[in-house]
């Protein structure tokens, strides 16, 4: 018996999903949802229904996990803690600073729908957040350093196109190389947020459009850019797709620690990321985590989760007994 999916936006991230159900033979897509004309919206799959999203309700009882890919600066805020309550949910919030906010939301309303969310699910938050705890679980006495890039943050891109006057645009995050190196040598510096990152975005402007206060909207917006080196240009909507219509992104996550008993020997513990695709890649850690909400709910288990409370058994294919034949 297959996963029965719902896919509740349709971008990069909504066909990211769709792909990655395709190469997982126990999952089933049977419905996407969008707030555009549902017979505007072509998908890949065939005969699969295509909704808009003031259907959703009408799906209870036919999915089993509602996949969610808005954004996380206006959707999906709202419509987790709301679908929550309808159905077991996955979704990729990212504003790391509201998490805790975001997760006492979700809560609420999966309790008292009896369903599963799992929240924040990707590789940051996600996968580098497992290996920040794993890392230091193992090396209490050392330090936490993450890096991301260079490549195209999502979230920040969709956070830039929200602006007023911007017609389009794609954000890159590019680690500091004089930090990177510092940090892989064992030193142990301090570094604030600035030092370890600079942002840069590609914007195109709307006809019109005040291209100085769009500039000052972008480099002041909190949780994204305020605290960074950031440059903003601005580029023909031509220029934009001719030089950054892909997705590339990636990182690393570092923990510089300590063992013996003066903390005489140095360890590095890192976990490295290189993406082609953003959202595919993010897409197939999303599915995963569907499959561990399908498996979680089936046990009767309810309420918020994120990657910390997953058992890594729930997310894969294989039984227990495979497992343990294969992998360990």
């Not at 990211?16 to 049977?30: F, R, T």
């Not at 999915?63 to 805020?77: F, N």
């Not at 987790?80 to 919030?93: C, G, L, W």
Request: charged content about 25%.
């Amino acid at each position: 018996m297959s996963i029965k999916i719902g896919i509740l936006g349709y971008g990069n991230l909504g066909r990211g999903v769709e792909c990655a159900i395709k190469q997982n033979p126990d999952m089933e897509l049977v419905a996407v949802f969008t707030r555009r004309k549902p017979e505007s919206v072509s998908i890949l799959s065939e005969g699969v229904a295509v909704c808009h999203i003031d259907d959703v309700e009408k799906w209870q009882g036919k999915i089993d996990v509602l996949i969610l890919c808005g954004g996380s600066a206006t959707d999906l805020p709202v419509q987790t803690p709301k679908y929550a309550e309808m159905f077991n949910v996955i979704d990729s919030f990212d504003t790391h600073a509201k998490i805790p906010e975001h997760f006492a939301k979700v809560d609420a309303k999966a309790m008292a729908g009896g369903n599963v969310a799992i929240i924040s699910v990707g590789w940051d938050p996600g996968m580098f957040s497992l290996n920040r705890m794993y890392a230091g679980a193992i090396l209490p006495q050392g330090k936490d350093y993450t890096f991301w890039g260079k490549g195209v943050s999502q979230g920040h891109s969709d956070a830039i196109r929200r602006v007023e006057g911007v017609k389009n645009a794609k954000q890159y995050t590019i680690p500091v190389d004089e930090a990177l190196k510092a940090v892989r040598s064992g030193a142990n510096p301090e570094l604030t947020t600035r030092q370890k990152h600079t942002r840069e975005c590609f914007v195109v402007l709307e006809e019109g459009a005040d291209a100085a206060k769009v500039e000052e909207t972008i480099k002041t917006m909190p949780n994204y850019f305020a605290d960074y080196d950031t440059t903003v240009h601005f580029i023909s909507e031509e220029e934009l797709m001719a030089n950054h219509s892909g997705i590339p992104h990636g990182g690393f996550v570092i923990r510089s620690g300590k063992t013996g008993w003066n903390e005489e020997h140095t360890h590095i513990i890192e976990y490295s990321l290189k993406l082609d695709s953003n959202p595919e890649f993010t897409s197939s850690v999303i599915v995963a985590y569907a499959r561990a909400a399908y498996r979680m709910a089936a046990e009767g288990q309810t309420g918020c989760k994120t990657v910390f409370d997953v058992a890594p058994a729930y997310l894969s294919m294989m039984s227990g007994a495979e497992l343990r034949a294969t992998l360990l």
